[in-house]
């Protein structure tokens, strides 16, 4: 069975705190208070859905940039790592790749313009032993 409430519409009661809190709702109860219009929203969704795609966009051409960076480190550590030396590398230096006649690749501490191999490019080895092109 439904409870009728014995107060008019327009008084704000809280049957449950049994307390009048108009004065405590974050709206607007009373007739002459001005009327609640929802925004209209759909501009504000586009510029920032436009906004928050750019933005993807950008972090996604540098990270891919950041990616393509790192496997070419990677091609080239497995192109030097997987050459003929006859030598320790040290920390530091710079060193020449060169491919001889079999179309193997070789390291070197002969710089390209001492000498006629087919030369593939100079890589400097880091402190993390990684080689870097030069």
């Not at 009048?20 to 001005?34: Q, S």
């Not at 790592?81 to 790749?97: A, I, Q, R, V, W």
């Not at 030369?119 to 993390?128: P, R």
Request: aromatic share 14%; with cysteine; hydrophobic share 35%.
């Amino acid at each position: 069975m439904k409870k009728t409430s014995t107060k008019p519409d327009n008084i704000v009661f809280n049957e449950r705190l049994q307390t009048y809190d108009a004065a405590l709702k974050p709206y607007a109860t009373n007739v002459g208070a001005p009327v609640i219009t929802t925004l209209d929203t759909v501009a504000w969704k586009k510029r920032n859905i436009h906004k928050v795609n750019k933005h993807i966009s950008a972090k996604y051409k540098e990270i891919k940039a950041e990616y393509d960076a790192m496997m070419e480190v990677y091609e080239y550590n497995n192109l030097i790592y997987d050459s003929k030396f006859n030598f320790e590398p040290l920390m530091g230096e710079t060193y020449h790749l060169y491919r001889n006649a079999n179309s193997e690749s070789f390291l070197s501490m002969i710089a390209p313009d001492e000498c006629n191999f087919d030369f593939i490019g100079s890589f400097y080895l880091d402190a993390d032993l990684v080689w870097r092109k030069r």
